[in-house]
């Protein structure tokens, strides 16, 4: 993998991608290379647009993930899920597409993502990807994001 340098987004000012396609996600060398540990992004306020309707959809997503040689740049990825805002797509490809492209772009030994929707048209969505099994030994924390249960 080829990292960008400097990152294009870490000091800078960026504008918020028009498309999720457009974003470009900075990676930069995993600091304790070698180490199996584990790096959780809460996200409580993602949201996005119905496909059909083009009302807004929102989710809290987590994302987990043992880092290979690089992490993912924080600021970058808070622009390319921001670029979701206007974007309409399903609860399962959006969550699914956010875990695919982390894991294909940045290569960690795991990742997992869990979207945890509010409801449409009453029923609330939650939609899990992972990229197989979890390394061995690693520390595999609870997601603790309650079911959906209504007012009160």
Partial sequence: ???????????????????????????????????????????PEFTSLCPVTGQPDFAHLVIDY?????????KSLKLFLGSFRNHAAFHEDCTVGIGQRLFDEMAPQWLRIGG?????????????WQSGAPPAGLWLPSQDVPGYRGRG
């Fill in 1 to 43: 993998m080829t990292l960008p340098q400097p990152p294009l987004h870490l000091g800078q000012t960026s504008a918020l991608p028009a498309t999720p396609q457009a974003a470009v996600l900075d990676y930069v060398p995993n600091p304790r290379a070698g180490a199996l540990y584990l790096v959780r992004f809460a996200v």
């Fill in 66 to 74: 043992a880092p290979g040689a690089t992490i993912v740049e924080s």
């Fill in 116 to 128: 945890y929707w509010y409801p449409r048209g009453g029923i609330p969505i939650d939609v899990f």
